[in-house]
């Protein structure tokens, strides 16, 4: 089976062509490793091991929930951010001279000039570093919108699974009922009781088997579930001698006996149809994670079988303050910050231009004689030779103030960058804390849960062997029959608590 901690569209940062949704690609060669590290820390250390189902679900949700492919765009957009640093366009500038300008040389025809401006040293490489890594923070800013959709379609997955447990425990419980009341029924009628007897234990105990399979697949080492085992063991054995000793009742039951247990029964088919009713919801909810048709099928595995435990606390902290998106991308604008702050104290330096003028003349014959007395006058001739001329120009940045407020801009977006980074850093610690006290909770509560469903299980086999043979009470009956369900469902939502909480861990590490 596949690990669920696999990386999902691993995109690298070369920006050296455009790239299209491919959820194969990879973050880039050097951070291959390190990737490769926490999957398998996970892995071993918190037993990460969703079923095929789901791990297929989230598959599907990365390669086609819409939100998720738009930020994917907008990390691409940020990475073509690096090939737009650049020198300035150069500047040319062509003159023609409607008449010519008669000069020594000759009579001047037209004029060119080229210019290219230059920034200070370093500004091209400064001002790609940090559009890079602003385009770095943008994939970590993705890496968060990806794991906060896995979370979403683990959660809204188990909260299916938790519906669909809830059902399955209700109708078993709505069996035990029908089984009371045919019991109810044969000992008001003066019946053996005998058989109705065994049909509530066998439903009593039916549920509590799936349990008890389910948490040995689970993994989780339960020692109460063994021990409440061969208590009931032990109870079907007393119970059965009990059975043996019934003959025909006398006709001792009461009617209100069944008419209490036909509206019990009336009430948790109701609630059968209604938790039916609030599929929907859940299923709309989950088709539009994964990006498809709302009336799609999905399948959903009614099992229970996490392998997670505990054991990796310390280390996986650590591991969530190197690999948090969230704070990764603060990392990477703080850098950024910096960079931008290194780029205004090069804007105060000059800017140096080199160009070309490129005079165009014409030859010009000499005319006029030298010393005549009339009125002609004298133009020497002209070779018309064309002119080169080197230019150099430099900008003069004698306006200190706007630099100065350009530098301490970046240096305050810089100190905050810092600041959010350090409170992030505290909420992840304690939510972290927060997340982990809830997993060891669940844990004491599931070992409890387990021990008292089987010990409620044991008396509510007593009390129907009692109620058959002795006409104990029946309202006793009512009320453990109540908290046997009331445990079930509290055991159920213990355990789809459970999940959702290592979800929240995996959503904090990142993948």
């Not at 003159?95 to 004029?111: C, D, I």
């Amino acid at each position: 089976m596949k690990k669920q901690i696999t990386i999902y569209n691993r995109l690298t940062y070369s920006s050296s062509r455009k790239r299209d949704w491919d959820p194969n690609q990879y973050l880039s060669i050097s951070n291959i490793y390190k990737y490769l590290f926490l999957i398998v820390f996970v892995v071993i250390h918190v037993g990460v091991a969703e079923s095929q189902v789901l791990e297929k679900y989230i598959e599907e949700a990365v390669e086609n929930n819409p939100a998720l492919q738009s930020s994917f765009k907008v990390y691409q957009a940020s990475l073509e951010k690096p090939n737009q640093v650049a020198l300035d366009n150069p500047q040319l500038n062509i003159g023609v001279f409607t008449r010519p300008m008669e000069l020594l040389m000759g009579n001047q025809r037209a004029e060119a000039s080229v210019m290219q401006m230059f920034p200070w040293f370093g500004m091209l490489k400064t001002q790609k570093d940090e559009a890079t890594l602003m385009a770095e923070a943008k994939y970590e800013e993705f890496r968060q919108q990806r794991n906060l959709l896995l979370y979403q379609v683990k959660e809204t997955y188990f909260q299916l699974q938790q519906l669909q447990n809830t059902i399955d425990i209700t109708a078993s419980n709505l069996e035990i009922l029908k089984s009371l009341e045919r019991l109810a029924i044969i000992r008001y009628q003066g019946g053996n009781t005998a058989e109705a007897v065994s049909s509530v234990t066998s439903a009593v105990r039916r549920p509590s088997r799936g349990a008890q399979q389910g948490s040995s697949d689970d993994g989780m080492g339960m020692g109460g579930a063994s021990a409440g085992s061969s208590a009931s063991m032990g109870q079907s054995s007393r119970s059965a001698s009990a059975m043996s000793g019934m003959g025909s009742g006398s006709g001792s039951g009461k009617l209100t006996d069944v008419l209490r247990l036909q509206v019990q029964i009336k009430a948790l088919e109701s609630d059968l149809q209604q938790l039916e009713v609030d599929k929907r919801p859940l299923l709309v909810r989950f088709n539009q994670l994964l990006g498809r048709g709302k009336n799609e099928t999905v399948k959903i595995e009614s099992q229970l079988d996490s392998k997670k435990e505990l054991g990796w606390e310390v280390a996986m902290l650590e591991q969530i303050l190197e690999t948090n998106p969230m704070l990764l991308m603060l990392e990477k604008e703080g850098l950024a910050y910096q960079k931008q702050g290194e780029m205004a104290k090069l804007e105060g330096k000059p800017m140096v231009g080199l160009g070309l003028n490129y005079m165009v003349f014409s030859f010009r014959p000499e005319s006029g004689m030298v010393g005549h007395a009339d009125d002609m006058y004298y133009m020497p001739a002209g070779m018309g030779n064309n002119m080169v001329m080197p230019m150099a120009t430099v900008t003069l940045p004698i306006y200190r103030k706007k630099y100065k407020a350009m530098a301490n801009e970046s240096k305050h977006y810089w100190q905050a960058n810092e600041r959010q980074k350090e409170d992030l850093q505290r909420n992840l610690e304690a939510e972290f804390e927060k997340i982990l006290a809830s997993i060891k909770d669940a844990d004491r509560k599931i070992i409890l849960l387990e021990e008292q469903i089987g010990l409620t299980e044991q008396t509510l086999e007593l009390s129907v062997t009692a109620y058959a043979t002795e006409g104990s009470s029946f309202e006793e009956i009512l009320n453990i029959q109540r908290e046997l369900l009331d445990f079930r469902l509290n055991l159920l939502n213990t355990k789809i608590e459970r999940e959702i909480q290592f979800a929240r861990v995996e959503t904090l590490v990142g993948v």
